[in-house]
C-alpha cells in the first residue's frame, strides 16, 4: 500500500510504515505540512494514497467520501497520546494484513482494541 501521513502524526510515521513493506510520504517532506485538510486530501485522491490522519475531520464521509479514496484511516487518539503511543497503534493497524487489503474506498476508524471498517 502508499500512505500518505498526516502532519498531526509523529514523525517516526512514515519510516514505522516503511518498515512493514509499504510505501509512505509525510506531507510535511512535500510542501504540504501547513496545508488545509482539502489540499491534503486531494493530493492523497489524485496520488492514490491511503490517507493516515489523526484528524476526525476526515472521518466526516460528506466531504471525504470513502470510495474516491485509496482508504482514509483516523486514529482515534486520546488527548495525551506520546508519541510512542501513536506508533505503537499504527504498528498494531499495520500487523494485520486483512484489515490493510480492505482498506481501499473504506473509512477506518482505529483506536486501542478495536478497528472499524466504513462498508464501501
Do not use: W
Not at 491534503?40 to 467520501?65: E, Q, S
Amino acid at each position: 500500500m502508499r500512505f500518505l501521513v498526516d502532519a498531526d502524526l509523529p514523525r517516526g510515521t512514515a519510516p514505522l510504515i516503511q518498515r512493514h513493506g509499504h510505501d509512505a510520504v509525510d506531507v510535511r517532506d512535500i510542501g504540504l505540512g501547513s496545508a488545509d485538510d482539502t489540499v491534503i486530501a486531494a493530493h492523497a485522491k489524485a496520488k492514490g494514497f491511503c490517507l493516515m490522519t489523526g484528524d476526525f475531520g476526515f472521518a466526516d464521509i460528506r466531504n471525504y467520501p470513502p470510495a474516491d479514496y485509496a482508504g482514509i484511516v483516523v486514529l482515534e487518539l486520546p488527548r495525551d497520546a506520546t508519541a510512542r503511543t501513536i506508533l505503537s497503534l499504527i504498528e498494531g493497524l499495520l500487523q494485520q494484513p486483512t484489515v490493510l487489503s480492505r482498506l481501499p474506498g473504506r473509512l477506518a476508524i482505529v483506536e486501542f482494541g478495536r478497528i472499524r471498517l466504513r462498508p464501501a
